[in-house]
């Protein structure tokens, strides 16, 4: 079952020269425990951008998200704050417009969004990069489990929600079954591409 997206990508022309890179993948894949290790392995990298998502629930020990209200995540939309938002699993999501700057500044800025918006975001920026993180199912059902976050909805559910759009599929798949910190040296590697030192 797939989950229409509310989604905001209002600019005329595509902005660069910048890289924006996605990171996508089902609920429980690790996505943001491997953003977090990412993100402290290129602290010293001022090119490298991992921007804090604005979310109507609260952050967990993983995420290193912005609580809003929904009246104030409404509000930030219609002030035209984010750069694109979206809803999934009943909360708003979004990304705050300032990624725009960093990537007319040429930095490279990673970040986790719905799988639903990737097609905007091709349209919307010059050099976009998708990174599905996925796991086996029995896993991915573990770690939700595990969680207790019941205002997410049903496990099932999110399990087997699909996006039907060619756009959405990803340029790298990274399956997150072994240490994270070996599968955040993977995503760190396919960031910095050429600029990593092996």
Not at 146 to 173: F, K, N, Y
């Amino acid at each position: 079952m797939s989950e229409a997206p509310a989604i905001s990508v209002g600019r005329p022309a595509a902005i660069g020269p910048g890289r924006l890179v996605l990171v996508v993948g089902p609920s429980g894949a690790g996505k943001d425990t491997l953003l977090g290790l990412a993100k402290a392995a290129c602290a010293d990298d001022a090119d490298i951008v991992f921007p804090r998502r604005a979310i109507t629930r609260a952050a967990t020990a993983s995420e290193d998200n912005e609580q809003l209200s929904p009246g104030a995540f409404r509000d930030a939309v219609e002030r035209g704050a984010f750069a694109v938002n979206w809803e999934a699993h009943g909360h708003c999501y979004g990304l705050r417009s300032a990624i725009d700057d960093d990537i007319r500044a040429g930095r490279t800025v990673i970040a986790n969004v719905s799988r639903t918006v990737i097609g905007a975001l091709r349209r919307a920026y010059l050099d976009v990069m998708v990174i599905a993180i996925t796991a086996p199912p029995e896993i991915l059902a573990k770690r939700l489990a595990s969680r207790g976050r019941g205002s997410d909805g049903q496990i099932e559910h999110r399990l087997g929600r699909t996006v039907d759009d060619a756009s959405a599929t990803p340029d790298v798949t990274i399956v997150n079954m072994s240490s994270a910190e070996y599968h955040a040296r993977q995503l760190v590697r396919i960031v910095k591409g050429d600029r990593w030192d092996q």
